[in-house]
């Protein structure tokens, strides 16, 4: 074990310099295939003899690797158990020594274990944890506290269920009594080593793990022992907020401390629990506000308090909206005070904020925008006067008005050297003419009818935007933002004035400037009227996307490095969206497009750092193959092989998914109808067992594997590619995650082969089917094979009916179609949601009816189960399908991006009715199917529904014949 030990080490080491770092990962990759991997990369972690950052390394490896390695979906270990065993027992001593970074990512371990194990596979470690825990030793307590936090904030975003809450409650009875009893020893300790810095310093990091842990605990409902003791809780964190030690000051402006952090997480507990317990808080409430309020009238404006700053407004913001605590802002008075003293010093632009302009203008952008989530004084500044103004609208916005007035007239006297107030008088103005919550699609969608939104922008804003020089780009960017806040409101009219002005300031020189006229130019592209037309029709933009296109993508690439093409998602997404807009109006312009967009390509995939960047990246590559390949199919496919070729050799894990949705796309967009040489040449690579292996690529290779088979069976059968082909079939089937994609190629596979070739291979496929089915039944797997049955018995033309299935069935077990029958297939068809999935059905019954030997003779019952199954689909119509050709149903706000698969939206498949045939009514195509049928048996289904049907049944299948 020691050498490899060692070996694994120098590869981890080796994975640290870019120079190895490539073949170092492979390297690893191979040694984790090896028992015992995990163990090794523990042994490293703990072991002091190794650099700091080599355990630092090791500890990621091991997150990562139980990231894959753990459990399957359905929950069973991948693991040898006395692997799994021993990380259990050791995990959780090593986190507790290892520093603080280390700790992180194990503690990221811990929670991956937690989700599959916690709590009953893993009962042992509450207790466990409680048993570590010392009342007077911080230093080996924030360990444990860690670990108890990382387990613990799972339950934060999730639903209430009877399991979570039987987990909660587990916790509670073995944790709850002993963190009080912690908690109150804590504070006996602060007071005994206050003036120790050290000791200090120790002890308020666990101050801050157990606030977090109090909002994990309280996150559902208020434990039976916290509302006991309610009265000690309320009074430490009056003591904690209010508490101020020098000792525990930073030297350095910007950087917050323990001191800020423990009172910003004392904000959020409050936050919760007049949100959620008011009833038995309300006691405690009044203090509170008068401690934060004495607080945000005095702190400094340095950044280091932006974070307790805005937890503090968010809890006035969540009093505010409250009737009977909101009273004490009413008077105007008071309302003056507050909008004067905590308002306006947060609103109000300071030193560092133009830094960040200046310095870091992406960082700017993304704290600035509406609907980002970071804390900034002026978000929360903001959501506090708004909650206000929706309390006492009239005399908040009268108030508001006079400062916005002020600010106004200060600016005119001087305006370069005033401009901050104007942006401050724009602030104030925007916060209370919005009401409620700007979406990221529509931004505001309704405002304070006291003012007028246009007068306040022709009056002030106008001619920031029209000026060309001597206008603070600050004050550009206040223009564009206004109506890229409140684009829903301005007119249509209006907007075709606005355009060109904010096209114009895509020419800017400065950053900020630019990559605000991108984002808004991208949302206004986005929007469309009530009747679902674009605000900005197709043939304003298709003049301008040359020059458009050129000019984003040249500001994308200015600076050439990988993370600095990738560092504006803003301007991507905007190419996107003209791309999206202009549709095959880009053909023109293919070559220019073209050499963007693979030169993009290549920069990124040597270092992919952005996911969103690169995200609507490949969303814009989806767009333009979509309505560029038709007509230059070669000329896309010649041009996009060698980058997209190049990452998958790379095995550039991100973008993979993309790529291989991208190839489905280009296939598909071939208007030759076969498979060229082109992708012959992929078969055999993406039929390899490790490009299965990341979840990730499963969705996306599926479809272009789907892709490749309906064009391209002949070939696959000369190559004896179908044993590998129903080899993933199998694969995918046997998991819960996975079994639908299963289903997909399976479907793919019985559509486009020849039933002859295989025939070889259809009971092998329905015991993998049925076994499955046996062993885990989920809904969604049955109503994957009630769909599977009936595309089968639909698809006569290839040779397939009922009795084929009945006999293939029977081979796996005598007589198990009967119960599979009555017990699957007739009841669940009537669950089938899809439009096409119900049609399908529809042929399948009509033609058993019609057809069937079986049927007929051996199942006399079940012809009449069958009629009766299809009246009740028919006479239940299903929904009608829309027509796909709308490109912007999801918005890309938070995806989860990087995270496995990311579906591409440009490219979506497109649904296709193999049974077109039937026209418009299937009622009718029922009837007169079977009338035909009827005729060609000479008389027997009309004599079938007379001795085999029920008087309703006879009568409804009776006026579909007639």
Aim: charged share 20%.
């Amino acid at each position: 074990m020691a050498d490899g030990v060692g070996a694994v080490a120098q590869l981890l080491e080796a994975s640290l310099d870019p120079r190895q770092n490539k073949q170092a990962e492979l390297a690893l990759r191979q040694e984790e295939r090896k028992p015992g991997f995990s163990l090794q990369l523990l042994q490293i972690t703990a072991s002091t003899s190794y650099p700091y950052n080599t355990r630092l390394a090791s500890a990621l490896c091991f997150k990562n690797f139980i990231k894959r390695n753990w459990a399957d979906e359905d929950g069973n270990y991948k693991l040898q158990q006395s692997e799994v065993t021993t990380i259990k027992q050791e995990l959780i001593s090593l986190m507790i020594s290892v520093p603080p970074g280390i700790q992180t990512q194990l503690g990221e371990a811990v929670s991956v274990i937690a989700d599959s194990d916690f709590w009953e596979r893993w009962d042992t470690l509450v207790k466990d944890l409680v048993s570590r825990l010392q009342p007077d030793n911080p230093s080996a307590n924030n360990g444990v506290l860690q670990v108890a936090h990382s387990i613990f904030k799972r339950w934060r975003p999730l639903f209430r269920s009877d399991e979570l809450y039987r987990e909660i409650n587990h916790v509670l009875d073995q944790f709850g009594n002993p963190f009080l009893a912690l908690f109150q020893g804590l504070d006996t300790y602060l007071e005994a080593n206050k003036s120790n810095k050290e000791q200090l310093v120790q002890g308020f990091t666990q101050l801050n793990l157990m606030l977090k842990l109090l909002y994990d605990l309280s996150c559902h409902d208020l434990p039976p022992m916290f509302e006991e003791n309610l009265n000690g809780i309320a009074s430490l964190l009056l003591k904690y907020l209010t508490y101020d030690n020098q000792l525990l000051h930073t030297d350095d402006d910007s950087e917050a401390g323990q001191l800020e952090f423990a009172r910003a997480g004392i904000f959020e507990v409050l936050t919760l629990y007049v949100q959620k317990y008011m009833d038995e808080f309300n006691p405690f409430v009044q203090q509170f506000v008068e401690s934060s309020w004495n607080f945000l009238t005095t702190i400094g404006q340095e950044t280091k308090y932006d974070i307790l700053v805005s937890r503090a407004l968010k809890f006035l913001t969540s009093i505010a909206g409250m009737t009977e605590h909101a009273l004490v802002f009413q008077a105007e008075g008071t309302l003056a005070q507050v909008i004067e003293k905590v308002i306006l010093p947060n609103v109000s632009l300071r030193e560092s904020d133009e830094e960040l302009f200046e310095d870091e203008p992406i960082e700017f952008i993304r704290r600035d925008l509406e609907g980002s989530d970071s804390d900034t004084r002026r978000r929360a500044a903001t959501d506090f006067l708004r909650k206000l103004a929706e309390k006492f609208e009239e005399s908040v916005t009268k108030t508001v008005l006079q400062y916005t007035e002020h600010y106004l007239n200060e600016s005119t006297k001087n305006p370069s050297l005033n401009w901050k107030a104007k942006d401050t008088a724009t602030y104030l103005f925007s916060a209370i003419a919005a009401k409620g919550v700007a979406t990221a699609s529509h931004g505001v969608t309704a405002t304070n009818g006291l003012i007028s939104i246009t007068d306040y922008f022709q009056k002030h804003l106008a001619a920031d935007l029209v000026a060309g020089e001597g206008v603070h780009p600050i004050l550009k960017v206040d223009a564009i933002k206004y109506l890229y806040l409140f684009r829903s409101i301005i007119t249509k009219e209006q907007w075709q004035e606005v355009l060109p002005l904010l096209v114009n300031h895509l020419g800017s020189s400065d950053y900020v400037v630019y990559s605000y006229a991108a984002i808004a130019v991208e949302r206004v592209l986005y929007l469309a009227d009530g009747q679902g037309q674009p605000i900005i029709s197709p043939d304003t933009i298709r003049p301008l996307a040359k020059d458009l296109m050129t000019h984003i993508f040249a500001l994308i690439q200015k600076d050439p490095a990988p993370q600095k093409v990738q560092e504006n998602e803003f301007l991507m997404r905007c190419a996107m969206r003209v791309l999206i807009v202009v549709k095959d109006g880009v053909v023109p312009y293919t070559d220019i497009v073209l050499q963007q967009l693979v030169n993009i390509t290549q920069i990124i995939s040597s270092n992919p750092s952005n996911p969103r960047f690169y995200y609507f990246h490949f969303e814009a590559l989806g767009a333009f193959i979509r309505f560029a390949a038709p007509a230059n199919p070669d000329k896309l496919e010649q041009a996009l092989y060698p980058p997209f070729a190049e990452i998958l050799q790379g095995d550039v894990q991100e973008f993979m998914p993309y790529i291989f949705q991208l190839f489905a796309a280009l296939l598909e967009a071939n208007p030759s109808g076969t498979l060229p040489a082109y992708y012959q040449n992929l078969i055999a690579p993406i039929l390899m067992p490790v490009m299965w292996e990341s979840k990730g690529n499963i969705p996306a290779l599926v479809r272009l594997l789907s892709s490749i088979i309906g064009r391209g069976s002949q070939y696959i059968i000369e190559n004896n590619q179908i044993v590998p082909t129903l080899g993933i079939f199998q694969k995918l089937l046997a998991t819960k995650a996975n079994e639908s994609y299963g289903f997909d190629l399976l479907e793919s596979v019985i559509e486009y082969f020849p039933s002859t070739t295989l025939e070889a291979y259809f009971t092998d496929i329905m015991q993998i089917i049925l076994t499955r089915l046996q062993n885990s039944k989920t809904e969604n797997l049955t109503l994957r094979f009630v769909r599977f049955y009936h595309f089968m018995c639909a698809n006569d033309a290839k040779g397939y009916s009922a009795d084929f299935v009945i006999q293939v069935v029977d081979k796996v077990q005598a007589d198990l179609f009967t119960p599979i029958y009555l017990n699957v297939i007739l009841p669940d068809t009537q669950k089938l949601a899809r439009p096409l999935d119900r049609k399908t059905a529809v042929l399948s019954f009509t033609k058993t009816l019609a057809n069937s030997e079986a049927f007929a003779s051996r199942y006399k019952k079940g012809w009449g189960f069958t009629c009766e199954a299809l009246l009740k689909l028919l006479e239940l119509p299903p929904v009608p399908t829309s027509k796909d050709d709308v490109i912007a149903e999801h918005d890309v706000e938070d995806m989860a991006f990087g995270v496995g698969f990311t579906a591409l939206n440009t490219v979506r498949p497109q649904a296709r009715d193999p049974w077109p045939e039937t026209g418009a009514d299937l009622k009718i195509w029922v009837g007169k199917y079977l009338k035909e049928a009827d005729k060609k048996h000479n008389g027997r289904i009309s004599a079938f529904v007379q001795e085999r049907l029920g008087a309703e049944a006879k009568a409804v299948l009776g006026s579909y014949i007639a």
